[in-house]
């Protein structure tokens, strides 16, 4: 069960059981009191014990005073650590999960479990479920102690709770299914909301704000209605709570009255009997509360677990010295869909071979599979069909961070964290000098720009970079890979966002660097890489071609066709 894991992971369970043992505590205190009314109305209080006895009660307060009040700081204490651990963990998870669970989870829900979920883990667990199990336990413990005060008015009294669990049951059943309904659809309001942020410019540009904003309220309307229908049900459940609460006391306040007035049992066993069935009755009133409460959490506990239990990167411990090849894709088939067999190959068949040192272009028309090639390189999706191979090694065998030290990798559409252009540049490398840092901002030809920005290095980058151009974004990306130095460069559509200029200059680096370096380069623009020691040209997820620039322009075959165009067309930014 979800929960049982939940609890596992808590590094302070000791204080949840510690605080369930003082709920018995307590429970102890309520059999003592009705005890000792049992015993005064049958052998009345004698004068002279009179004193002792105001000490007992005195003591017995302050216990249950005590009690109830370190129960209450030792709850909060366990649920702070488990909120953290909880924390921590899904943190830790969503780095080590595979890639393809952020391709296929939306980060609207991502963030609802995150905040919403966890929270709400959290205050059930230092909340309704300690409760729940407390006031069972004092439910038990009453129970126990009624059967000794008589069995068959406790046996008939207790008929009354398979009832009252049959229908708590019933009732919270609607609850649990319209709960995670209401989950589900504040996943899609937290997405578009983020939506909302995220395309601010196309919103503006094309006018888009009644009909976002239209699409927000109704979705938001959507899961106010399912909130609404939730309460209702909670609502509805209050009828059968008071039938639930009073049943058991009917039947045993008519019973304990026969049974005193036949005999049977003392008017204090009665007294006795009364006083703790309220103890008992309570819990049973509440225990709709407690299953609508339970269903409610457990959708946002399988919501966590399923961040929790998401399955790690499971790639092997190993790493290889074999230095020849760099890269082998042998019979490589890849598919974005979960059921290979049904779904389209995005990459089919391909078998190639880039040895080191080498400079090896990627081209082909959008959508041919060039950058999803790289990521199979990059072991974030694991090939459908064949292999591939990181110098000699399977990439499956080998421990992927230990791989992905050999990658410098600008992907195609940049990205930049929230922190200094220095800090951003420094993720190629963490522990680089300063002087480092300038020296790969100057082999991008990102120094000039960043020295005119008003803090230099200092200067402070917006949320996805917002506060720069697409160009110097690029350039700054490729400072990044360029500090980690690594021996294998993998560049997708690096200058699609340069001016000419830049993008020169740009290319000259990479060639400086691509006499030490094996570089595979994505390029639309043919120009770039015309010096490519090999060029492979992708065509709907197949090599349709290979060969150096001179070769494929005397094929006269496809890249002829593409190269023809895009000088011809003297564009240069035509799709090849
Ligand atoms: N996460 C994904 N899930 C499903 N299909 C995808 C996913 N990413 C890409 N595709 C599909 O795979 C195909 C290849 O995409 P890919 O991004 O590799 O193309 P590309 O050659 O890099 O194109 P471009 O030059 O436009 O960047 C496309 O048809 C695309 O729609
Ligand atoms: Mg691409």
Not at 362 to 367: A, C, K, N, Y
């Amino acid at each position: 069960m979800n929960i049982l894991k939940i609890w596992k992971l808590s590094d302070k369970k000791e204080l949840f059981i510690l605080q369930l043992l003082m709920n018995m505590g307590m429970a102890g205190i309520t059999i003592i009191v009705s005890n000792f009314a049992k015993n005064a109305v049958d052998h009345g209080i004698d004068e002279g014990k009179m004193l002792g006895i105001f000490v007992q009660f005195v003591i017995i307060t302050f216990l249950g005073v005590g009690l109830s009040y370190s129960g209450v700081i030792i709850r909060s204490k366990f649920s702070i650590g488990l909120i953290e651990k909880l924390r921590n963990i899904t943190n830790d998870k969503l780095i080590n999960s595979k890639y393809e669970y952020f391709e296929n989870e939306s980060s609207g829900s991502i963030n609802n479990r995150i905040l919403h979920d966890m929270s709400s883990v959290g205050d059930y667990m230092s909340g309704g479920l300690p409760e729940f199990l407390s006031n069972m336990i004092v439910l038990i413990c009453c129970f126990i102690y009624l059967l000794t005060l008589n069995i068959t008015m406790t046996l008939v009294s207790a008929l009354c709770i398979p009832v009252a669990v049959a229908v708590a049951k019933k009732v919270a059943a609607p609850t649990y299914d319209t709960m995670e309904k209401f989950s589900k659809k504040m996943d899609e309001v937290m997405g578009i909301a983020q939506d909302t942020v995220n395309g601010i410019k196309i919103e503006k540009a094309y006018n888009l704000r009644e009909r976002r904003k239209k699409y927000f309220d109704e979705n938001m309307e959507q899961a106010t209605s399912y909130f609404v229908a939730y309460e209702k049900l909670v609502v509805k459940a209050g009828p059968y709570k008071y039938v639930i609460r009073s049943a058991p006391m009917f039947v045993s306040i008519m019973l304990g009255f026969y049974n005193a007035y036949k005999g049977n049992i003392t008017n204090g066993e009665m007294v006795a009997f009364i006083l703790l069935l309220q103890n008992v009755s309570k819990p049973l009133s509440e225990l709709t509360r407690y299953v609508t409460e339970f269903k409610e959490a457990m959708v946002s506990v399988d919501r966590v677990m399923e961040i929790v239990e998401l399955s790690e990167e499971a790639f092997g411990t190993g790493e290889a010295f074999e230095r020849e090849i760099a890269f082998e894709l042998h019979n490589v088939s890849f598919s974005y869909g979960k059921d290979n067999k049904t779904s389209d190959n995005v990459l089919n068949d391909i078998s190639l071979f880039i040895p080191k040192g080498k400079t090896v272009a990627l081209v082909g028309s959008s959508g041919s599979g060039k950058s999803t090639l790289f990521k199979l390189l990059l072991g974030f999706h694991t090939t459908t069909q064949g292999e591939v191979r990181l110098f000699g090694k399977n990439i499956m065998e080998w421990d992927i961070e230990k791989a992905r030290k050999n990658i410098s990798y600008v992907a195609q559409d940049t990205y930049l964290f929230e922190g200094t252009v220095a800090q951003n540049i420094a993720y190629g490398k963490p522990d680089a000098s300063f002087n480092e840092i300038i020296q790969a901002a100057e082999k991008a030809y990102a120094h000039d720009f960043i020295m005119s920005m008003s803090e230099g290095y200092q200067t402070v980058l917006s949320e996805r970079g917002t506060n720069i151009s697409g160009g110097q974004k690029q350039r700054i990306a490729i400072a990044r890979a360029f500090l980690k130095d690594a021996p294998i460069f993998l560049l997708d559509e690096m200058t699609s966002a340069l001016d000419v200029e830049s993008e020169k200059l740009i290319q000259k680096a990479i060639e400086n660097y691509s006499e030490r370096k094996t570089v595979i380069l994505i390029a639309h623009r043919l120009s770039t890489i015309i010096n490519a020691d090999e060029i492979y040209v992708l065509s709907h997820g197949i090599i349709a071609e290979n060969g150096t620039h001179e070769g494929l322009l005397e094929k006269k075959g496809v890249y002829n066709m593409l190269y023809s165009n895009q000088v011809l067309g003297n564009t240069g930014e035509q799709d090849a």
